[in-house]
């Protein structure tokens, strides 16, 4: 497991778990967990549904209290301290927003309720409202904005309170493919801007590599794997994290030493010529991204087999290749003439290219 930790070690935390353990009732939801999120990170967790990843944040937001360990922010010990007690904000992915109350309302309600004058409320609210270029909505009712629109006016309203930490719940869900994309650079800007240490969460591995510094990947309730986007991309550490994080091949085969040479074996395919790899010998999964492959002549390459389908997807062609491994995925630039369905095929992969990887 990747354990690469960017605070560095003067610096007091932005969140910290140690040992922290959430059960409701018999389920657990979060085995015991150590975190660090450094000042001003950007860090995402992603998984699949039901892994945990509400649950974390809203442990972080004291909206659930742990059932053992121990959560510091800023190097508070917050663990038995309520949600309007520690300095952090929460944009829900539904908003949450007040209905019959104006943009501007709404951005300014946390700070009246923190006890603060109406005339410096207001101020702080549209100075926020302007920094994410919604201060013309003042006026609207809620209700009359658009998806993207309340979207702003959650995060200025959390915004405005000027956390120590910023958290998103699946921001994005409910809004349009070409929205998320504008919507999620323009937290990431912000994010940079600001120097925000903000915690998102998402089920959508793309937007978690799209924005992050770093993301934590959980798996029933575990800490996977964490790392910058292209490390976890580039070198998955097991199989659950390959086929996770973007596309994958996953072929079972087995790592032996031969003359002192780390070998690999898959049927009757021997591999010799492999990149440095930590694993032991034994059972092992490949990680093989599907565009590291091509379609090359019958006969050539690293496996031969037979194309079974192809598909046309506008920015990539897609091929579903039968080979001795199993069917193998491979993605070709759609302006290359490929061989076509019923082609017999040499898959072209350099040793490069394949990452050894665990088998669950
Ligand atoms: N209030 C609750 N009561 C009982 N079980 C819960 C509660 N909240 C979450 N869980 C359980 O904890 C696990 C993690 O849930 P959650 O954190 O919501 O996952 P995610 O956000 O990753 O989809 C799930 O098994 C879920 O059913
Ligand atoms: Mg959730």
């Known amino acids: 497991m990747t354990t690469s930790d960017p605070a560095p070690a003067h610096e007091t935390p932005a969140v910290e778990f140690n040992q922290v353990v959430k059960r409701f009732g018999t389920v657990v939801a979060l085995h015991p967990l150590d975190l660090r999120i450094a000042q001003g990170e950007l860090v995402t967790l992603l998984g699949p ?14 909206l659930e209290q742990a059932s053992s360990g121990q959560i ?6 917050v663990t038995g301290v309520s949600a309007n007690q520690r300095d952090v904000s929460l944009v829900f992915q539904s908003y949450a927003l007040f209905p019959h109350m104006s943009a501007l309302d709404n951005v300014c309600y946390g700070l009246l309720a923190s006890g603060m004058k109406k005339a ?5 609210a549209r100075s926020k409202m302007a920094q994410l270029g919604i201060e013309d909505l003042g006026a609207r009712l809620s209700s009359q904005l658009s998806g993207g629109q309340q979207q702003r006016v959650a995060v200025a309203r959390s915004l405005v309170l000027e956390p120590a930490v910023l958290m998103f719940d699946e921001p ?20 940079q801007e600001l120097h925000l240490t903000v915690v998102y969460v998402t089920h959508d591995q793309e937007e978690a590599l799209a924005v992050s510094d770093r993301i934590v990947v959980m798996e029933k309730g575990r800490i996977a ?9 580039e070198s998955p550490s097991s199989r659950f994290i390959a086929d996770f994080i973007g596309d994958a091949n996953l072929i079972d085969a087995e790592l032996f030493t031969r003359a002192g040479r780390r070998c690999l074996r898959c049927g ?16 092992v ?27 046309y997807l506008g920015s990539r062609m897609e091929s579903v290749v039968d080979t001795e491994a199993g069917e193998l995925l491979v993605f ?9 369905v019923g082609s017999r095929v040499g898959l072209q992969v350099s040793a490069s290219d394949v990452r050894i990887t665990t088998r669950y």
């Open 172 to 191: 994005l869900s409910n809004l349009d493919a070409k929205l998320r994309r504008k919507v999620r650079q323009d937290i990431r800007d912000l994010q």
């Open 268 to 283: 009757a395919l021997e591999l010799t010529d492999l990149p440095d790899t930590q694993a032991a010998d034994g059972p």
């Open 49 to 62: 549904s039901g892994c945990g990843k509400t649950t974390l944040l809203r442990l972080i937001a004291g």
């Open 72 to 77: 510091r922010i800023n190097g508070r010990d």
């Open 120 to 124: 410096q409320a207001i101020e702080q």
């Open 225 to 233: 794997a964490m790392g910058g986007p292209r490390e976890l991309y």
């Open 285 to 311: 999964a490949l990680a093989i991204r599907p565009h590291r492959i091509q379609l090359g002549e019958p006969g050539t390459g690293l496996i031969q087999g037979t194309v079974l389908r192809q598909a």
């Open 332 to 340: 070709s630039d759609p302006l290359q003439s490929l061989p076509g």
